[in-house]
């Protein structure tokens, strides 16, 4: 804890809790007794009304009345809220972008400069970027109408292209709850058709509309109970990958990705992992060409083995072959 960040520990200890000890306060702070009254004549400096009671039941003290302006951060929590408004602005896009440019540049205008310095090296050097996995601006206009639906508790009726049907759904969902995960956008809602609660990727909406029957919020629900819940309840295929000898960098440059790694002695490498479905596996898995093999689960073996044979008659076509030639000439 640097000196600034003991000083408004110290207003608000005051604050709370007046005529203590300077040696308890000592205590508090983890400083000596000696640095403590050096601390009281640097509050004194700045112009905060600190005094002293002397006898057995007596102390320091702030000022009877006295409050912290509010407005005083640490050079930590000053760095903290321009994260908080640079994260803002690149996951909400222009929904609260200006929103959180005018919150950044109010609070500038208030803070001393050290502070002001250290958010100036915060821009600098702290970058929050890339956040999601697809360009964002196509989905601002359904992101605004969601967040206006769950905003003032009204039904939407949108157009859902959904993993497991080639065909799209219409539903009727009461929006509980956006929700940013893993790059993508989330709704959470009460889905009619299902009738039950249901999680939509935002980026499958195809069309979107707000109705004028409203809805309430079950008391007893809590949003991040349910995406926990729902990635426990999820079921998910576990698969073991052998990764030959000069792939091994790949896994180990990409450990989150891994549930668990094994180094054989050859150099090869057996990754496990888990996923909601196959597909998502297979792909994956085909990502990696012929560094890697599948052990299981069968279903997925057999995915990877029918998927790169159709992949490789796609090549063997007369088109395939004219493009084959081209390349080599």
């Known amino acids: 804890m640097n000196t600034a960040s003991r000083l408004i520990t110290l207003i608000l200890l005051l604050q709370n809790q007046p005529n203590q000890k300077a040696s308890d306060l000592a205590r508090k702070l983890e400083v000596s007794v000696r640095t403590m009254h050096r601390y009281f004549a ?36 000053a760095v903290a809220v321009y994260l908080g408004t640079s994260l803002v602005g690149e996951m909400w896009g222009r929904l609260y972008k ?23 090296w915060a821009r600098r050097s702290l970058i929050a970027t890339g956040l999601h996995r697809a360009d964002p601006s196509s989905m601002f206009p359904i992101l605004e109408e969601l967040r206006r639906a769950a905003r003032e508790h009204l039904r939407v009726s949108m157009i859902y292209e959904g993993t497991t049907h080639a065909k799209a759904t219409k ?3 009461d929006p509980y709850a956006l929700v940013f995960r893993a ?4 709704l959470v ?16 909406i195809q069309k979107l509309k707000t109705l004028s029957q409203s809805f309430q919020l079950p008391e007893n629900f809590d949003i991040r109970q349910y995406l926990e819940n729902e990635f426990k309840n999820q079921p998910m295929v576990r698969a073991r990958l052998r990764f030959i000898p000069e792939a091994a960098h790949i896994v180990k440059s990409n450990r989150q990705l891994w549930k668990a790694i094994t180094e054989n002695k050859d150099g090869s490498i057996i ?6 479905d196959l597909n998502w596996l297979a792909s ?14 069968p279903e997925l073996r057999e995915m990877v083995r029918a998927w790169a044979e159709a992949t490789a008659k796609l090549y063997q076509s007369s088109g395939g072959q004219t493009i084959f030639k081209m390349i080599k000439k």
């Open 271 to 276: 990754a496990t992992l888990t996923a909601p």
């Open 98 to 120: 200006e929103a959180a440019q005018g919150a950044l540049a109010k609070l500038q205008n208030v803070l001393p400069n050290e502070q002001r310095d250290e958010i100036e």
């Open 284 to 297: 994956m898995t085909l990502s990696f060409a012929n560094w890697v093999t599948v052990l299981e689960p």
């Open 183 to 186: 790059g993508l956008w989330y």
């Open 42 to 77: 640097m509050l004194g400096e700045m112009g905060i009304p600190v005094y002293a009671e002397r006898g057995p039941y007596g102390g320091f003290s702030l000022v009877r009345g006295y409050k912290l302006p509010p407005l005083v951060f640490s050079l930590e929590e």
């Open 189 to 204: 809602g009460y889905c009619h058709l299902r009738a039950a609660p249901r999680t939509f990727r935002v980026d499958r």
């Open 171 to 173: 539903r009727q969902v």
